[in-house]
C-alpha cells in the first residue's frame, strides 16, 4: 500500500467509497442538495416516495419523518455496498418505514401506479438508458403523482471537480483525468424538459439551486472524497510525493493561493427538474 492509498482508506476507517460518500460528501453536498429536491415537491404525511440511486440512502431519510408512521419509503440501488451503509442509519421516531433494496433504475421493483412520489438524485446521468429509466419513475406514479430528479450542470460550475481534473490531467493523464467528469455528463435544461415530456410528464419545471461544500480541513480533505470515483485507484496509486503534488496542483487550480489544509468553500450547481403525472381523464 502506497502513503497515499493509506490516506484515502485512514480518512474513512477503512470504508471505501460508500465511506467517502456518507462521511464527506452527504454533510457538505448531497443532503442540502436533498433538502432542496424535497422542498420542491412537498412531501405529505401518509405517501409513498421511492427513490432511484438511493445511494447511502439521504434522500429516504430525509423523506421518511416527513411521511410519518403512516407512509412508506422504497429506496432502490445498484450498490450493495451504499445499501449497507444506508441500513446503518437510524431514523427519527415516528418516521416512515424505509425499504432498502436492489434494483436497476431502468427495471424497478414497483408495481404500476403504487407510488406518489418519485426522487432521483444526482443518478439519472450515470443511467445506460436514460429514457428508460424516466418512463419507469411514471409507470410506477399513481395518476397526479410527482417526479424530481437532481442532475449536476456542468463541471466548470462545480470548481471543485474541474480543479481536480486539471491536477489529474498534470499529474496522471487526459483520459483518467476524464474519469472524473462524469457526473457532469447531463446536457442541460432542455434535454431535462425533453425526458420528462418524452416519457409523458406534464407540468415539468427546471430551476438551478447553488449549494456551498465547507471543507473546515482544507482542499486536502475535500480530495479524500475521491476515493468515491474511479479515480481513486490511480490517485492510491502515485507514491506520496507525487499525491502531495497533485494535492497542491488541485489547490491552485481551485484559484487558491492558502495552503490545502486551509478552510475552504466551494460552491457546486445542480438542475432540479419537478413534473407530474397527469390525472386520469374524468
Do not use: K
Amino acid at each position: 500500500m502506497t502513503d497515499s492509498a493509506w490516506t484515502f482508506t485512514a480518512a474513512f476507517g477503512g470504508g471505501g467509497a460508500a465511506g467517502a460518500y456518507e462521511g464527506v460528501l452527504v454533510p457538505r453536498l448531497f443532503t442540502p442538495c436533498a433538502i432542496a429536491l424535497l422542498a420542491r415537491l412537498g412531501l405529505n404525511p401518509g405517501e409513498t416516495l421511492l427513490d432511484v440511486a438511493c445511494g447511502t440512502g439521504i434522500v429516504p431519510r430525509l423523506a421518511a419523518p416527513v411521511l410519518g408512521p403512516a407512509g412508506l419509503v422504497l429506496a432502490r440501488d445498484l450498490t450493495e455496498q451504499m445499501l449497507e451503509v444506508a441500513r446503518t442509519v437510524a431514523l427519527p421516531p415516528d418516521s416512515a418505514p424505509v425499504e432498502y433494496g436492489v434494483a436497476p433504475a431502468d427495471r424497478l421493483d414497483a408495481a404500476d401506479a403504487t407510488v406518489d412520489v418519485v426522487t432521483c438524485q444526482q443518478g439519472l446521468q450515470f443511467f445506460p438508458d436514460a429514457p428508460a429509466a424516466v418512463g419507469e419513475m411514471f409507470r410506477v406514479l399513481r395518476p397526479g403523482g410527482r417526479a424530481g430528479i437532481a442532475v449536476w450542470r456542468h463541471i466548470e460550475e462545480c470548481p471543485f471537480w474541474a480543479a481536480a481534473q486539471v491536477a489529474a490531467t498534470e499529474h496522471l493523464d487526459a483520459e483518467r483525468a476524464a474519469l472524473i467528469t462524469a457526473p457532469f455528463r447531463w446536457p442541460g435544461e432542455d434535454a431535462l424538459v425533453d425526458v420528462l415530456q418524452g416519457a409523458g410528464f406534464r407540468d415539468v419545471v427546471v430551476s438551478t439551486h447553488s449549494i456551498v461544500m465547507h471543507f473546515e480541513l482544507g482542499m486536502r480533505h475535500a480530495l479524500t472524497s475521491l476515493v468515491a470515483t474511479p479515480l481513486a485507484a490511480h490517485l492510491a496509486a502515485l507514491h506520496s510525493d507525487a499525491y502531495e503534488e497533485f494535492v497542491h496542483s488541485a489547490t491552485r487550480a481551485l484559484g487558491r493561493s492558502a495552503a490545502p489544509d486551509d478552510a475552504v468553500d466551494i460552491p457546486a450547481r445542480t438542475l432540479i427538474a419537478t413534473a407530474r403525472r397527469g390525472a386520469p381523464l374524468p
